[in-house]
Each structure stands twice: as C-alpha cells, then as structure tokens.
C-alpha cells in the first residue's frame, strides 16, 4: 500500500523542495526555448512583447538555475545516507531555500517585464549584467554566493560531525571550487577581452568542470543504491575524475581563449584536454555496469533477484554514459581544435554542443535524481519503469538528438557559406540566414523542441503518478 511522505530525515524532504522548484523550471526552460525556435523563424512573434533576446536569455538561465537547484536538492537528500545524521543547520537550510526562489521569481518577473536598461551602473544592479550564462543582476549575484555559503555551512558542519566516506569528500572539495569560482564572475572590467577571460573561468571551470564533479559524485551515490554497486569502484573512478577534470579542465580552459588575444599555445593545449572531461565519468559507469551485468548472472543462475530497484532512474544514469560521450565529448571536440573553431566559432555548431552537452552530462543524472526523490519519498523497495517512464526517456532524449543533428547542420551551413565562401563578414552571415538548409534546420529544431517537450510532459505526469503503479513494490 501506498505511504506518503516517506523521508526519514527532513534534509530529504527539503532536497524534494529543490526537485521539486528545479522540474518547474525545466518545464520554463523548454517553454521559453520554443518560444526563442519560433522567433528565429518568424521574427514578428510576440514583437515589441518579448524579445527574442529576452526569451533566449531565459531559456538559458532557466537552465543553468534548474539544474543548480537539482544539485543542491541532490546533496540534501544524499547527505543523511552518507553521513548517517540530520543535515546540520537544517532550519537555515529551509530559510534559505525560500530566500533563493524568491530572489528567482522576481529576477525571471525583471526579465519578462523590464527586460533592458540605460547603460548604467543601474541597470548591472538591478536588471541584468548582460553577459551570457551569468545575466542576473548584481543584487541577485549576491545573494546566491550568500545562500551557497549557507548551503557550504550546512553541508561542511553535518559531515565533519558524521561518517566521512569518499563520496562526501569529494562532494567537500568540489563545492569549494564550485563557491569560489562563481565569484570570477563578479569581476567586471571595462576591458571587453579582460571581462571575457574573467567571464569563460566561471562558465568553463563552474559549469564544465566543478558541475562535473559533482554529477559525477550523485552518478556515484546512485549507482550503489539503484545496481548497489561497490562502493570502492565508483569512489576509486569519482577520484580519477577529480584528478582529471581539475587538471585537463583548467587545461582545456585554453579553447575558449581563440578569440581574446591570449597566447597561441592555449589553442592546442585547450583543444586536447578539453576532450578528455567527459572520459572518467564514462569509464565510471561502463566498469559498475560491467560488473552489474556480470554479477547478475551469476546470481540469477541461483534464484537470486538481482534487478534495479530504481529501474527509471537507471535508464537515465545508462542515458549519461551515451549523452556525455557524444554531447561533451564527440561534439565538443570535433569543434575546438583551432584549425577548425576558426570556421565554427559563433556558429550553430556551439548550440549543437550546448545541446547535447548540458543533457547529456548533467540532466539525465539530475532526472535520475529527482527518480531517487520519489522512491524516498513513498518508500518504495524497487520502483519499476512505467509507459510514461519509457515515453519520457525515449522523446526527451529523441527531440534533443533531432535538435543536435538540426544545429550541426545549420553550423555546416554556416561554415561552408558565411565563412569559408563569403570571408564571414556582416553580409555574409545574412546570406547564410537566408539559405534553405538554415531555414530548414531551424523548423527542424522547433519541431525537435516540440518532441522534448512533450517528453517532458510524460515525466512530470510519471514523477506525480509513478508511486501509485502496481509494479512497485513497497517496504
């Protein structure tokens, strides 16, 4: 039978309050990303109302926003099983919950309703900061490094008075890097190339490497409690990825550098470790999944019972292991070596990456996560796959690809027509706007747009119904 609110520590419960505000805000970014596809294609849509600009800028940042609160809903919730005790602090930690979604809610309300200001210091602080990826205002950036150094209290207090395993002292380490390289951002420079150096160490090294850490430290805590695999396997490869992301993503920084007057020698250097981020987290899940298998017949062949008990959240680990290879991976590398980022730089080539990229790596495990949620939640022994879990996977992950696939073509086009044809100046780039595999490739990212989302309406329907199916089995 059916429990409700099944959480045996409120630290769980208030990591179901970041899942829970992360999913409206997946629902936000995929909204605002079809509106942006239909602005690309017919410029007129909701003119004057709100700006392509605006959309797209939201879209963005719901992005980078929901998937923040996933995180930090994650490491809530995990914190009690790997520590053994109540998350210290936990009444500050909902206090500041509310804090955050406030200051988002009237930052997003800016956006849509104020949307742009005078060049002034005005509006850095109270409407946006104009820079991709990192557009909140000032007052808004304050408050996040204020409520991450409570979340940094909470999470460094409750594990030095538990249990310490490897999971968490990576989890300790990668917050620190993750607090203090949020702050590069702040610097503002007059110097447009000395702003964007500043600006590429927050958006590589927060969101490519510190984000890959601690994905890589949830794929760890997961895969033990869905395929209960050995602890000192995924820890052993969780510190091969802290060794290789803090090393070759630093390197790796250098492809960012082609355009902003550093040295040559970045570009190489940049180009070849860049492609190395995505390779331990890989090897984590092929090794634990390997031995899984191997395991599980072993098992079966004595009558043992050797499924998933979480089976929707291990398909979106399996899905990570694919997304990260080709997203961070194959499309990363195939467009930063500097022989060919001369020709795809600001192309569609880059959102075709961003695309899968930022799936692949980051919320197939989130959405796993959010799966651990219910199963915690409703006290589930082995929560099983529903048509709506099948349905979710398969056309969120089918509409992203069919979205990669459109953009790379529409960079290909770029490249051939507006760069290597045409010399890449101003004339150039609306010559390629104009050519029929761009205007084609775009209907195809809206149509693809289109596939995602509804995927994303079968997992929100799966997260609310999936407790009730009669394949579960409950304690």
């Given amino acids: 039978m059916q429990r409700q609110n099944n959480f045996k520590y409120e630290s769980q419960k208030l990591g179901s309050w970041y899942f829970t505000v992360a999913v409206i805000l997946f629902g936000a970014q995929l ?27 939201i879209h963005i940042n719901a992005l980078v926003v929901w998937m923040v609160y996933a995180m930090i809903g994650s490491v809530y919730y995990l914190l ?105 951002g702040m610097y503002f420079t007059d110097n447009i190339s000395m702003d964007q150096y500043w600006w590429w160490w927050v958006i590589h090294l927060w969101v490519e490497a510190t984000w890959e850490v601690m994905v890589g430290a949830l794929a760890a805590y997961a895969l033990i409690k869905v395929v209960d695999a050995k602890r000192e396997i995924v820890e ?7 060794a290789m992301l803090f090393g070759s993503g630093i390197l790796g920084l250098g492809h ?61 680990l399996i899905s990570n292991g694919f997304g990260n290879f080709l997203g961070a991976g194959v499309w990363g590398f195939f467009h930063t070596l500097p022989q060919v980022n001369i020709y795809t730089h600001g192309t569609q080539f880059t959102a075709a990456h961003g695309h899968l990229a930022f799936f692949g790596a980051y919320a197939t495990i989130l959405t796993a996560m ?47 027509i507006a760069r290597a044809q045409l010399g890449a100046t101003w004339d150039a780039f609306f010559v390629a ?33 999936i407790s009730k199916s009669p394949k579960n089995v409950y304690k």
């Fill in 236 to 242: 052993m490869w969780l510190w091969i990825e802290v």
């Fill in 80 to 184: 009690p099983d790997e520590t053994g005790i109540e998350t210290v602090g936990i009444g500050m930690g909902k206090l500041l919950f509310w804090i955050l979604t406030l200051a988002v809610t009237v930052v997003v309300l800016v956006y849509i309703f104020i949307q742009v200001g005078p060049a002034t210091q005005a509006t850095i602080w109270l409407i946006t900061e104009g820079r991709e990826y990192i557009e909140a205002p000032r007052w808004a950036d304050i408050g996040i490094v204020v409520v991450v150094l409570g979340f940094l209290a909470n999470t460094f207090l409750t594990a030095l008075k538990g249990r310490r395993t490897g999971i968490m002292t990576v989890i300790l380490s990668d917050m620190i890097a993750l607090a203090g390289l949020y702050l590069a």
């Fill in 31 to 57: 909204v605002l990303g079809l509106v942006s596809a239909i602005q690309f294609i017919y410029p007129s849509f909701l003119y004057d109302i709100l700006d392509f600009s605006i959309t797209r800028m």
């Fill in 370 to 416: 959010f799966y651990m949620g219910i199963q915690g939640k409703y006290g589930i022994k082995k929560l099983r796959a529903t048509f709506a879990s099948k349905m979710a996977i398969f056309l969120i992950t089918f509409g992203v690809l069919g979205m990669t696939v459109a953009l790379t073509i529409a960079g290909y086009e770029q490249v051939l």
């Fill in 256 to 316: 960012h550098y082609f355009w902003i007057g550093t040295p040559e020698y970045w570009w190489e250097i940049g180009a070849l470790f860049s492609a190395l981020e995505p390779m331990p987290l890989i090897g984590m899940f092929v090794h634990v999944l390997y031995d899984w298998g191997k395991e599980k017949g072993l098992k079966e062949n004595s009558g043992v019972d050797t499924s998933s008990n979480n089976t929707p959240a291990l398909l979106w």
């Fill in 433 to 465: 706007q104009n050519q029929l595999w761009m205007s084609q490739a775009m209907d195809w990212r809206l149509i693809m747009g289109i596939v995602t989302t509804v995927g994303f309406f079968y997992l929100v329907k799966d997260l609310l119904t």
